[in-house]
């Protein structure tokens, strides 16, 4: 009878896995002694926790193991650790206090072929600070209100499509309101009309941005390595149409960047683009970074939208709330139509309404991570974190804690957000834009678009039916998977 002694390639590879069997589970033991101190559910062999959590409701399971762990707990996404956190005093120190030592997540190199490395939002520390010191003139709230106009102007393109459809037809919010922010944002960002309500289908500007969010979604979220995308080798169509239309967005924008640079700057001009430029005297951003940062100015047209269709969609369930928007609005603009800043700040129970509103469906419901640059203490939890660790928050889940909201956290309630409750409130009780000097420099411009499309929906007409599914299109951004509206036309 042969023995195995007889085969020794055979024998050399069984020892070889038994050593890799024994190796394995001592390695990855080792690994994870330095989080053994923070709570959470046991991690399962190399799978991690991923049998713990809902994928398709992130912020959900998050919420869930707060409840059960406490403000700190771990979470083994794989093999890799994931520190959670909601304690306020730890939200600061992240966001605020020691903010440089939390750096962009390791989890951005994943959006490079996308948006690159360059922009605002992906570069790392060390090269963020010059860059923002540009984008800060270059957002300041008088400089962003210039684009109200811009705003009314594509309104009222939108409204002349819903009057063609009557009042017995439904409408389609969700097409039509990712159409109209598409435009507001290539002439707020650059001066450039992707013409996407005009040309309705075959703007290929706002068809590649839809294409290229949806594509990398998938990739975000999946455990297939990125180069596996990167080389064809998985999704391998898509990832070649991504690649395609990626570059139609990419050669538009540098078409844009160097009319531009032909060009005498100004110091009054009304677009991001030439603003960014008259403004960075020590030439800290580079064509591509440039280019990097439009085309990211692009990826935001997903959140206006997101949020204004809850707006309306949740004038179905609360016709109360409705008819008090329409009594301010009454007030403030009595017959005429036309925004202005000073108008817009008078609205204060519709600034309540869209809060409330991203409160219960915050636009990005996926975690916020930070990548901690060495050992830390958690100021409030007095956790310790090892460096390398991701440190994450998720908006979405401490929007819905009790501590900060009450009893009736579940309940849609305009009326949290008077003045008095949210000077009560915690700051770190409602982070849809984060906090501190990383936080979205978008986030008037954001509200103005926001308050512009709403007033003037509700200017020019009622909704007496809404056909709205109130569940959201996917676990990163949070959109109704479908909101048509009967429009019935009341302006003059």
């Known amino acids: 009878m042969n023995t195995l002694s007889e085969y020794p390639y055979v024998a050399a590879a069984t020892a070889a896995v038994g050593t890799l069997a024994l190796y394995v589970p001592y390695k990855m033991a080792s690994f994870r002694k330095p989080y053994a101190h923070l709570p ?14 809902n994928l398709d409701d992130l912020a959900g399971s998050i919420l869930d193991c707060h409840k059960k762990y406490g403000n700190v707990f771990c979470l083994w996404m794989g093999p890799a650790p994931w520190v959670i956190t909601c304690d306020e005093d730890d939200l600061k120190g992240i966001l605020i206090d020691d903010m440089m ?29 010059p860059h923002r010191k540009v984008f800060q003139v270059a957002f300041q709230p008088a400089k962003l209100d210039k684009a109200i106009p811009i705003m009314t102007q594509k309104a009222d393109e939108m409204n002349a499509l819903i009057r063609k459809s009557g ?11 990712l159409r109209l922010s598409t435009d507001v944002t290539g002439l707020w960002a650059f001066d450039h009309d992707p013409k996407a309500l005009t040309l309705d289908a075959i703007s290929e500007v706002h068809e590649s941005i839809i294409f290229a969010h949806f594509h990398w979604n998938k990739r975000i979220w999946s455990a297939v390595p990125h180069w596996a995308f990167e080389s064809g080798l998985y999704m391998g169509n898509e990832v070649k149409e991504f690649k395609r239309t990626n570059e139609i967005i990419y050669k ?24 960014l430029m008259f403004h960075d005297k020590e030439k800290c951003l580079s064509r ?3 280019a990097e940062n439009m085309y990211t100015m692009f990826t935001a047209t997903m959140n206006a939208p997101c949020v204004l269709e809850w707006c309306i969609a949740l004038l179905h369930k609360h016709r109360d709330c409705e008819k008090k928007l329409r009594e301010e609005l009454k007030s403030v603009f009595g017959d005429s139509k036309e925004f202005t800043p000073e108008k817009l700040d008078k609205l204060s129970y519709m600034k ?7 409160r219960v469906h915050m636009p990005a419901r996926a975690p916020m991570m930070r990548t901690c640059t060495q050992d830390y203490v958690l100021p409030g939890s007095k956790m310790k974190v090892p460096k390398g660790t991701e440190v994450v928050f998720c908006p979405a889940s401490i929007a819905f804690m009790e501590r900060h909201w009450g009893k009736d956290v579940e309940k849609f309630d305009p009326e949290r957000w008077t003045e008095e409750k949210t000077q009560a409130r915690s700051n770190y009780a409602f982070l849809p834009f984060e906090a501190g000097r990383r936080a979205c420099l978008g986030r008037h411009f954001a509200y103005r ?19 709205c599914s109130f569940v959201h299109e996917n676990s990163v951004i949070c959109r109704p998977t479908h909101l048509k509206v009967k429009c019935k036309y009341i302006g003059a």
């Open 288 to 290: 591509q970074q440039l």
């Open 252 to 275: 538009t924008i540098y078409k844009i960047i160097d009319e531009r640079m032909s060009l005498p700057l100004k110091e009054d001009a009304t677009d991001l683009l030439s603003i």
């Open 101 to 129: 030592v939390f750096d962009r997540s390791t989890g951005h190199y994943r959006t490079a072929g996308w948006l690159g490395t360059g922009s605002i939002v992906n570069i790392p520390n060390k090269e963020w600070v």
């Open 352 to 358: 309540q309404y869209i809060n409330e509103s991203m």
């Open 40 to 53: 959470g559910p046991a991690p399962n062999g190399l799978k991690g926790n991923v049998d713990d959590i």
């Open 449 to 467: 678009e926001v308050m512009v499309l709403f007033g003037h929906f509700l200017l020019n007409f009622e909704a007496p039916e809404i056909d």
């Open 167 to 177: 009042p017995n037809e439904f409408v389609d919010l969700c097409d039509l309101y």
